[in-house]
């Protein structure tokens, strides 16, 4: 490493004060509970529930501000950025630091700050180092043709030297933000497995090392990695690895509809795949909080957004998003990828604010949740156990995104609908129980016998039962 590109970055280093308008968390750092260490606490200790999208790459600071203040105004405490995007890469030429990208990162830092929005700061996204211009997956300013020291990815990955330019890209947001509250975590890199001139072995061990350097300047905040979607046999060894290490803070999966992948699950129900996805960070037997951290729905082989995001007007993809991974035990709802084509085009944010309400006064750290699931051919129950609280969400078996969507048929209305509270936990009083129907955003107060009849709904509803 030169010393005088060490200079140049710490030259405009000063560590950025946030004036925070929401002190609710915004002043108050994210950790791992010690009391339940499947959720996250502040560090004040109130339980926190990571509500909210992917907005990777976002295209302006327009963009920018539009997407933190719809997420707070839906009930959203969370966002994933990537630094390596056009908006927000420091170094577009190598050894230079750009003050446009800084001030990009800075406004979003501030305004996180102002609406309660904890970030997800990915640190690198790219695949290639190769001749050219930066993008999204590219990371041309440190090919040897544009003044930079690697030939190529695998150059990179495989020296001391391509260490020291991680480290020094974390010193320099260390060094311009200090410990951040406002930050959720660093992640290291968006799908390392997915890098050009893969590896698996030598990524690993990249990953390995730089989660402990990153873990060792960071120490305040969560650190964490992430791989490729979760949709063959290719991918097994390296989460079961990656989720594994002592400094890996956050047991993270990615998984997308994709009528494509190997797995069938990929093209069954949202609901069904993105519970099976965190049925498979459970059966790593992990004590970590875990989260389905990318998801949606993608043409064969993520090959593009899927065609169904333009029918999808309700929400009802990231709805199944939402409430799958939570109530199967996951610290927090799915988080949707395809921020721009679907959520901000279809308007259907106000989603997260229907989950945030569903779930609102549940405590996890407190009520200790076990999950349950209870299928049958009429609905498809998750439940979330808890020591005084039980909450239900009953999806209709018969309405997905394929029949809605590509068979053309709409949902029915559910009547008659019957549970059997005996079938999810024992109890000896039930102090209450609220129906909140998530599709009329109405809560409604029924009797509290062992066998209750839902109100009428479609497509799903959530059951909030005190007991105790």
């Not at 004040?44 to 963009?63: K, Q």
């Not at 999806?395 to 509270?421: C, H, M």
């Amino acid at each position: 490493m030169k010393p005088i590109i060490l200079t140049v970055m710490m030259a405009i280093t000063p560590v950025l004060t946030v004036t925070s308008c929401d002190n609710r968390i915004s002043d108050k750092f994210v950790n791992v509970s010690t009391e339940n260490p499947y959720y996250f606490q502040l560090s004040n200790g109130d339980s926190y529930i990571p509500i909210g999208c992917n907005i990777a790459a976002i295209d302006s600071r327009e963009s920018m501000e539009k997407y933190m203040k719809k997420l707070h105004e839906n009930g959203a405490n969370y966002a994933r950025v990537w630094l390596n995007s056009n908006l927000f890469e420091i170094e577009k030429e190598y050894g230079r630091i750009d003050s446009s990208s800084v001030k990009n990162i800075d406004r979003l830092i501030e305004l996180a700050g102002k609406y309660g929005i904890k970030l997800k700061m990915c640190i690198e996204s790219f695949r290639h180092i190769s001749e050219g211009e930066n993008k999204w997956d590219t990371k041309a300013s440190y090919h040897v043709s544009n003044g930079g020291p690697f030939h190529n990815m695998m150059e990179y990955l495989d020296s001391e030297d391509g260490k020291k330019e991680f480290i020094k890209r974390l010193m320099f947001f260390k060094k311009r933000y200090g410990d951040s509250p406002v930050i959720f975590g660093w992640e290291l890199w968006n799908e390392m497995n997915a890098v050009e001139f893969r590896d698996i072995p030598q990524i690993l061990s990249w990953t390995e090392d730089m989660l402990a350097e990153t873990k060792h300047i960071f120490p305040k905040n969560l650190v964490m990695q992430s791989l490729g979607s979760y949709d063959s046999d290719w991918c097994v060894d390296a989460y079961n690895y990656v989720n594994a290490l002592p400094y890996n803070d956050v047991s993270q999966i990615h998984r997308y509809i994709d009528e494509g992948a190997p797995y069938s699950i990929c093209s069954s129900p949202v609901d069904i795949m993105s519970s099976d996805a965190i049925k498979v960070l459970k059966d790593m037997n992990l004590k970590k909080p875990m989260l389905l951290a990318e998801t949606g729905a993608v043409m064969p082989r993520h090959s593009g957004p899927h065609t169904i995001y333009e029918k999808d007007t309700s929400g009802i993809i990231l709805h199944d998003a939402l409430f799958a991974p939570f109530f199967s035990g996951a610290s927090g709802p799915g988080h949707l990828w395809h921020w721009d084509h679907y959520i901000d085009k279809n308007d259907v944010w106000y989603q997260m604010k229907r989950f945030a309400n569903a779930i609102s006064g549940f405590n996890p750290i407190a009520e200790k949740p076990v999950a349950k699931k209870i299928f049958n051919d009429n609905i498809r129950s998750y439940a979330l156990i808890g020591e005084k609280t039980v909450l239900i969400w009953c999806r209709d078996a018969y309405n997905d995104w394929k029949s809605e969507f590509i068979d053309k048929i709409q949902p029915t209305v559910k009547k008659g609908v019957t549970i059997n509270l005996s079938d999810f936990f024992e109890y000896d009083t039930i102090k209450n129980i609220q129906i909140y129907d998530p599709w009329k955003d109405s809560w409604k107060r029924i009797h509290t016998d062992q066998i209750i009849e839902l109100p009428d709904f479609k497509r799903s509803i959530v059951l909030q039962i005190k007991y105790r």
